[in-house]
């Protein structure tokens, strides 16, 4: 072999070698977040906007202590005045989008465009969206079969949840945590016992019944107040809130814990016990059968994981919204990089 050769191999082997280290002449931009379920959540969005220019580390905002949550991304990005092109906050919006000033936290989150926000309450509404709960099915049991729309089901527990809900907000809003807190508007608003996959609507019916309940008893101690939260509701309508989407809104955990969850368990149970007879059925013989439900077992999935690892969410309105306040960023970015000549 010549010496040219070789020195040609040499050369190519190296170049491909040092692609495989980060390229440290990119633009670094450090994304706070609040814990490591965010970190992946973050990561598959954030990654949409790398180039050969510009990339993200996304972390947890403190190297020295294992404090997370959106109190800490704060204390570490807004009291310290770090965030800028370099430096960004990725936070869940709680109730602050909605709150929109009427508290410190609300204030600081929506007036800095270095914070990106869900604009729903978190993550968990993200992965909860209704038009994405079938494909999470499908990954779960790998079967492809409709037997809820889960859609239609979502519209509806988001209609007769949504005058309570207003409700709580306006507490809120008020600085009031106490007359109204969270814990008891989940706990009026869970869904009671087991869905039923052939009647699902009498899930719905108990929780209207308990939220009715509520409504009462509210509206009877406050008698005063239910024009101004009507008027409230109309300039949150904005904000995207409206009567079919208000499980966006809502806790995030409760929502995928107590209502998203316990619909899709009977859903699953259903599509495996289908899928399962399908295997019996076909079966030529036991050792086959065995095998094939050996296979299918190990191939499926918890909902819980394909819940936390559903990113089938990208038609969603508030998703285009932080899509858009990104695209902002970026070209922010873009303008205060040095131009090569």
């Known amino acids: 072999m010549s010496r040219k050769l070789i020195d040609n191999l040499s050369s190519s082997y190296f170049e491909a070698a040092h692609g495989l280290y980060p390229k440290r002449q990119r633009h670094r931009i ?76 609300s204030d600081s989150i929506n007036a800095n465009k270095y914070i990106f926000q869900t604009y729903a309450y978190a993550i968990e509404n993200y992965q909860c969206y209704a038009e994405s709960l079938h494909e999470v099915c499908v990954q779960a049991t790998l079967n492809d079969r409709t037997i809820i729309d889960f859609n239609v089901f979502m519209e509806r527990y988001s209609e007769i949840t949504y005058p309570l809900f207003l409700w709580c907000i ?12 969270m814990y008891d508007f989940n706990d009026t608003t869970r869904l009671f016992g087991e869905v039923n996959i052939n009647n699902p609507g009498r899930s719905l019916t108990e929780v209207e019944r308990h939220v009715t309940a509520q409504l009462h008893r509210y509206r009877n101690k406050y008698p005063k107040l239910q024009s101004k939260i009507d008027e409230m509701g109309e300039e949150l309508k904005k904000l995207g809130l409206e009567p079919k989407t208000t499980y966006l809104y809502i806790q995030g955990h409760h929502i995928m814990n107590d209502v998203v969850i316990k619909l899709l368990n009977p859903v699953c149970i259903q599509l495996r016990r289908e899928r399962e007879n399908e295997i019996k059925r076909l079966a030529e013989h036991d050792e086959q059968y065995h095998n094939e439900i050996t296979c299918y077992d190990n191939s499926m999935s918890s909902i819980e994981l394909m819940l936390r690892k559903n990113i089938a969410f990208r038609p969603l309105f508030l998703f285009k919204w932080l899509q858009e306040d990104l695209c902002d960023f970026m070209d922010e970015v873009m303008k205060g990089l040095p131009q090569k000549n």
Not at 38 to 43: H, I, L
Not at 52 to 65: C, G
Not at 170 to 181: A, E, G, L, V
């Open 30 to 105: 450090v994304a706070y977040v609040e814990s490591y379920d965010d970190v992946a959540f973050w990561r598959n969005i954030l990654s949409d906007y790398e180039d050969d220019k510009n990339y993200f580390e996304v972390m947890l905002p403190s190297q020295d202590t294992l404090a997370k949550g959106k109190k800490t991304v704060l204390m570490n990005s807004l009291d310290a005045n770090q965030l800028g092109t370099s430096l960004i906050a990725c936070v869940d919006s709680d109730y602050d989008f909605l709150l929109q000033g009427a508290t410190k936290v």
């Open 170 to 181: 306006w507490f809120y809003r008020q600085h009031d945590t106490h007359s109204f807190p």
